[in-house]
């Protein structure tokens, strides 16, 4: 059987609007840039819609579509993961399911690429069906992160990127549960080359991203690109010390006056003020805190329920659970026979 050139990696989470249509669009899209040589992996992300029987029957209809079914909702960003797990194309493409990327942009990406990058990045010139809110929380997230982590992260990018296959197995080999791939893409380096297009709309369904999604996101993407929230309490006990300080000079004078009852304002606005900055230096180390913990368990990423390809289910062996990750990602490749 001949390699794989391309694969594409598609989270779908309730998408049962959308999946045919990005399917049909994705797939010509595919031909038109790759030839025979493709294939189209689907991720279910643990919908409870009609998305897995439509991969299932897709999957079934075409031999390209690869459907990967998880156990439960993981989240976008550990279903591209698991997708990555299992692509085994020279070149791997990472899309939106809801058609916000076009697909046909691949043909250009392609063609960047062929002229020697490693990572070709769609970069949203305009944006349109997308609220004020989301536009201006996206441009202040992009800013402070930018201002916190030494790896400069473009702004106005999402997820949509054509990467080789260098870049993917590099990414697979970093192990951390909170992931910002776009982040991890840009700390990897080599040429990365933005290719700028207009942001559609959503094709059909509503966003499956919350402001709690967001804001989740946001968090793990400065907790795992920046240290500099640690150093909060620097600045802020050498505010307080200085604030400390200012009340000391105070306090004598009013003591050298003897006037030393009256008072209790000032030790009620020290008091709050420093509770309050301890309360939030703590929350600070409380968020690393928790995603230390949370590496060290050293979890599975993601937990693959159902393998469809070629009108047929795979299961994954019993104990493919308590290989290392090298051991899983064989008998992953193993249950892709020729790809
Ligand atoms: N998605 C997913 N799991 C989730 C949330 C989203 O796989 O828990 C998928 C979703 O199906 C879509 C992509 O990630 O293909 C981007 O999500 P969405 O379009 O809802 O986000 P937005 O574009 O509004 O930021
Ligand atoms: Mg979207």
């Given at each position: 059987?001949?390699?794989?050139?391309?694969s594409?990696?598609?989270?779908c989470?309730?998408?049962?609007a959308?999946?045919?249509?990005?399917?049909?669009?994705?797939?010509?899209?595919?031909?038109?840039?790759?030839?025979e040589?493709?294939?189209?992996?689907?991720?279910?992300?643990?919908?409870?819609?009609?998305?897995?029987?439509?991969?299932?029957?897709?999957?079934?209809?075409?031999?390209?579509?690869?459907?990967?079914?998880?156990?439960?909702?993981?989240?976008?960003?550990?279903?591209?993961?698991?997708?990555?797990?299992?692509?085994?194309?020279?070149r791997?493409?990472?899309?939106?399911?809801?058609?916000?990327?076009?697909?046909e942009?691949?043909?250009?990406?392609?063609?960047?690429?062929?002229?020697?990058?490693?990572?070709?990045?769609?970069k949203?010139?305009?944006?349109?069906?997308?609220?004020?809110?989301?536009?201006?929380t996206?441009?202040?997230?992009?800013?402070?992160?930018?201002?916190?982590?030494s790896?400069?992260?473009?702004r106005?990018?999402?997820?949509?990127?054509?990467?080789?296959?260098?870049?993917?197995?590099?990414?697979?080999g970093?192990?951390?549960?909170?992931?910002?791939i776009?982040?991890?893409?840009?700390?990897?380096?080599g040429?990365?080359i933005?290719?700028?297009?207009?942001?559609?709309?959503?094709?059909?369904?509503?966003?499956?991203?919350?402001l709690?999604?967001?804001l989740?996101?946001?968090?793990?993407?400065?907790?795992s690109?920046?240290?500099?929230?640690?150093?909060l309490?620097?600045w802020?006990?050498?505010?307080?010390?200085?604030?400390?300080?200012?009340?000391?000079?105070?306090?004598?004078?009013?003591?050298?006056?003897?006037?030393?009852?009256?008072?209790?304002?000032?030790?009620?606005?020290?008091?709050?003020?420093?509770?309050?900055?301890?309360?939030?230096?703590?929350?600070?180390?409380?968020?690393?805190?928790g995603?230390?913990?949370?590496?060290?368990?050293?979890?599975?990423?993601?937990?693959?329920?159902?393998?469809?390809?070629?009108?047929?289910?795979?299961?994954?062996?019993?104990?493919?659970?308590?290989?290392?990750?090298?051991?899983?990602?064989?008998?992953?490749?193993?249950?892709?026979?020729?790809?």
């Open positions: 059987m001949s390699e794989i050139e391309l594409v990696v598609a989270p989470y309730n998408e049962e959308v999946l045919t249509e990005f399917y049909t669009r994705m797939s010509k899209a595919c031909l038109a840039a790759a030839g040589n493709h294939e189209i992996i689907l991720i279910d992300d643990g919908s409870s819609d009609a998305t897995w029987s439509i991969i299932e029957k897709l999957a079934d209809q075409d031999r390209h579509v690869v459907g990967v079914q998880l156990f439960r909702n993981h989240g976008h960003q550990l279903a591209v993961t698991a997708g990555l797990s299992i692509a085994s194309g020279q791997v493409l990472l899309i939106d399911a809801d058609l916000q990327d076009p697909p942009l691949l043909q250009q990406m392609m063609a960047i690429m062929d002229g020697g990058a490693d990572v070709v990045y769609g949203r010139a305009s944006r349109s069906g997308e609220t004020k809110f989301k536009l201006a996206a441009a202040a997230f992009y800013k402070i992160l930018n201002g916190l982590s790896v400069p992260i473009p106005d990018t999402g997820d949509f990127r054509l990467m080789t296959r260098t870049v993917v197995e590099i990414l697979r970093m192990p951390e549960q909170h992931r910002f776009r982040g991890m893409v840009s700390w990897i380096g040429k990365q933005a290719l700028p297009y207009a942001r559609e709309p959503r094709f059909a369904g509503e966003t499956k991203y919350p709690r999604k967001m989740a996101f946001a968090t793990d993407a400065i907790t690109f920046s240290t500099v929230p640690l150093r309490a620097v802020l006990g050498m505010l307080a010390a200085g604030f400390a300080f200012l009340i000391l000079i105070y306090a004598l004078h009013q003591w050298s006056t003897g006037n030393v009852v009256p008072g209790w304002a000032s030790s009620l606005v020290a008091i709050s003020f420093f509770s309050g900055t301890q309360l939030i230096v703590m929350g600070v180390f409380g968020e690393y805190l995603r230390v913990v949370q590496e060290v368990k050293r979890r599975p990423l993601f937990t693959i329920s159902a393998l469809r390809r070629d009108g047929t289910s795979t299961l994954l062996p019993p104990n493919y659970y308590s290989l290392g990750v090298a051991e899983q990602n064989a008998v992953l490749h193993a249950q892709m026979p020729g790809r």
